[in-house]
């Protein structure tokens, strides 16, 4: 039975996302953007902090490196010092024994390389090797390149020759006893240590003599130096660039001239570390990275029965949860997309508005569950006998509808209905049960003639179907612009009815009830009756209706309940009739309705005799019983009216507190042309005499019926025969004479019937 609805709702669920959607990438995508910049981040964090360890790393070794070559250079000066005479007269000793001194103290140290000894006159007094493989013109090729320091040492210029750096602080004035000093240059295309140390002074002159030992940075230097501080692959490359991942380290002087450079492979702290902390970054990285997977993984599925859900609460509140037809929701959204394609050009649709007839019997008679099930062969019928595209509705109750792609013309659309009626129409086996309904049906077609909105569309459709209703059940109408002057009667009727209700513009009319022989009145009937002001006397057969649709059928019957009660204060002994409407009879407060109502006018309740209908009964029997006791305690009599139409039920007959049967006016009419409605007559009066029970009949009109009445045993009737309904004055005015009333046969009756 849900198929059907499935494969009609198929297009608007798969419209619906399954998988992520909008709200899902808002939360991931942010997530992601976070976690790769926490990546970058750590990522630059660690780079830029290896990076400036090997920074700290090389401006270390540079330090360390500069102060190796500044301590060899002290070393130097603090031995030739420690070799020459340090007093004044240092500087007027023989040069031969100054020779035998500076000498000796050369040939015990042997990490210098060239001794020189210059004058006053900055001219070489005395030179010596320390190798003697060295060849002796080195010391006069090598002097020139020392002349510029030497005049500087000596005072004649004050800045520092080029290409020379010093390694010993400045002095403050440039003077003979200034004390040594240490310098780094080139001798002979090689960078070299020069120390100098001043050889005391010459009374009067203040240019001594100085005594320089040249000690080249040499490969042994370099391997030493490199040794003991850790750098590998430290050699001099003059001014070549380093090569791999060599640096190249530049000595300059104080012009920015570059002296000489050096090169070796630096420690990388930073790298290491980096190198180290890497495979744990990675396997950190790699945990993050199934973490997330896992997050977006139970996301997705989070997302996807979070869809699901989604998707099954919206077929929930869109669907019948008794049939699994779409809803009033679903059908009403389903309409708005119909009318709106239409009026953009698409092909007509109609709206077939379907009401089950004498469902609420079956529901009230065989249980609820018989009518659950009822609901759901109707659906599997009506699925089948329309289109696989149209769509098929249940509104609520025993309320239908379908929204269907045909032709406006009429022959089309009462070919649909009928085929819509046949199917529902035909019985139904449930349960043991076999049951036939009926199905009313209201169209409105929808073309680019048609105005208004959904809910128009299903006003008019409504307004069909009560036409269809009216018109006989089991049938259809198509909606016209006739029926909105019904409509729009109806609505005036309702409106004018309500004011004289509250005006008091209402009259009551009393129909005389008599004994069997007809030559007493023994109870009048209350009768509503409506003198409008401008259309004259309105028929109970046009207002009634409508009071019972629109509610107001309580208000009428409680107010007709009244005008009897103290109309009939005037006929002492005489019992007044009131018919009770199945809407009144339910209302909560009924009983203490009467009670107020009797209570005010003063009225005897022995006298007063409600009329009920089998329908007040159907699916009310335990309250009707309730109800009916408490008015049966407080005197009022109580008659089942209309009986034989109904489901003539013995069981209200034998459980419910009646005083009176009335046999309907059908059978009182067909007796005298058919057999069996004069069976009925005889089987209802047995039936009420047996259980001790008045029998009414209602509908004499003829001197024949009459007597056959008579004969079968009816205790009273009632018709034109005896009495149209008359006003109070008139009913006073019978009973004052009751020997000038005579019958009223053949067709005098007729016509007052008409």
């Known amino acids: 039975m849900s198929s059907v609805a499935l494969r009609l709702d198929q297009p608007r669920e798969s419209s619906k996302p399954t998988g992520w959607d909008r709200a899902h990438l808002g939360v991931v995508v942010p997530l992601c953007v976070v976690v790769a910049v926490a990546i970058v981040c750590i990522v630059v964090a660690a780079l830029t902090s290896a990076q400036r360890a090997d920074e700290v790393a090389l401006e270390r070794e540079k330090h360390l490196f500069i102060k190796s070559i500044a301590n060899r250079a002290e070393w130097s000066m603090r031995k030739l010092s420690a070799a020459v005479p340090a007093d004044e007269d240092a500087g007027n000793l023989d040069m031969k024994v100054l020779q035998q001194r500076v000498g000796a103290w050369h040939k015990t140290v042997m990490d210098h390389d060239i001794l020189v000894v210059a004058d006053s006159a900055d001219q070489m007094a005395y030179s010596e090797v320390q190798r003697p493989s060295d060849p002796p013109h080195w010391t006069e090729a090598a002097f020139p390149e020392l002349t510029p320091l030497i005049e500087h040492l000596q005072g004649h210029w004050s800045e520092l020759p080029a290409r020379s750096i010093r390694l010993t602080p400045r002095p403050a ?122 997050v977006l993984r139970y996301m997705r599925r989070t997302a996807a029965t979070i869809a699901a859900g989604e998707n099954r609460l919206r077929y929930l509140a869109l669907h019948d949860p008794l049939c699994g037809l779409p809803n009033r929701i679903f059908f009403g959204e389903r309409l708005e997309a119909t009318i709106a394609d239409v009026k953009g050009g698409g092909s007509p649709a109609a709206v077939f508005y379907i009401d089950l007839d004498h469902f609420k019997d079956v529901n009230d008679t065989l249980g609820h569950h018989i009518g659950d099930e009822l609901i759901r062969n109707v659906t599997l019928r009506l699925s089948r006998t329309m289109r696989g595209n149209d769509l098929v509705a249940r509104l609520g109750g025993d309320e239908f509808a379908v929204i269907t792609s045909a032709s406006s013309d009429r022959a089309s659309l009462d070919l649909i209905a009928g085929r819509i009626i046949s199917t529902l129409c035909a019985p139904y086996s449930i349960s043991g049960h076999t049951i036939v309904i009926g199905a009313s049906i209201g169209i409105a077609v929808i073309d680019h003639r048609s105005e208004g909105e959904a809910a128009d569309v299903m006003r008019y459709a409504n307004m069909a179907l009560y036409r269809a209703k009216n018109e006989g059940r089991s049938r259809a109408c198509i909606y016209d612009t006739v029926m909105d002057a019904d409509l729009s009667n109806r609505k005036r009727v309702e409106q004018d009815l309500r004011d004289a209700i509250k005006n008091d513009e209402l009259s009551v009319l009393y129909q005389p009830i008599v004994n069997a022989s007809g030559d007493k009145v023994v109870e009048v009937e209350a009768l509503a009756r409506w003198p409008h002001p401008e259309r004259g006397l309105i028929s109970p057969c046009e207002f009634i209706p409508i009071a019972e649709h629109s509610g107001l059928i309580v208000e009428l019957g409680t107010y007709v309940l009244r005008k009897a009660c103290l109309d009939a204060k005037a006929w002492p002994g005489m019992t007044v009739a009131v018919n009770v409407s199945p809407l009144q009879f339910r209302q909560l407060d009924f009983v203490k309705v009467v009670e107020r109502i009797l209570d005010e006018t003063g009225f005897d309740p022995a006298l007063l005799e409600l009329e009920l209908t089998e329908s007040t009964l159907l699916g009310n029997l335990e309250s009707a019983d309730a109800a009916m006791r408490r008015l049966k305690a407080l005197g009022v009599r109580l008659a089942l009216d209309d009986f034989g139409t109904g489901y003539s039920s013995l069981l209200y007959l034998r459980r419910l507190p009646f005083d009176k049967l009335k046999i309907d006016r059908s059978f009182v009419l067909s007796i005298e042309k058919a057999a069996d409605a004069a069976a009925i007559v005889h089987a209802i009066v047995s039936l009420g005499r047996g259980l001790g029970m008045k029998v009414t009949a209602e509908g004499v009109e003829t001197a024949e019926q009459h007597l056959f009445l008579r004969a079968a045993g009816v205790h009273y009737m009632q018709g034109f025969r005896f009495g149209v309904p008359s006003t109070p004055a008139e009913v006073s005015a019978r009973l004052a004479t009751p020997g000038v009333y005579r019958s009223i046969e053949g067709d005098a009756a007729a016509a007052l019937a008409s």
């Open 173 to 294: 004035a440039y003077q003979a006893l200034n004390g040594s000093a240490a310098f780094v240059l080139t001798v002979r295309g090689k960078p070299a240590i020069v120390a100098a140390v001043p050889l005391g002074t010459i009374a009067g002159r203040n240019h001594p003599r100085i005594a320089l030992v040249v000690m080249f940075i040499d490969h042994a230097l370099l391997a030493d130096i490199g040794g003991r501080l850790g750098l590998a692959g430290l050699h001099n490359t003059g001014l070549e660039a380093a090569t791999g991942t060599d640096v190249r380290f530049d000595l300059a002087d104080h012009r920015d001239q570059i002296v000489t450079s050096f090169t070796w492979t630096p420690q990388r702290p930073g790298a290491e570390v980096l190198h180290s902390v890497i495979p744990f970054i990675g396997i950190a990285f790699a945990g993050f990275a199934i973490l997330a997977g896992m």
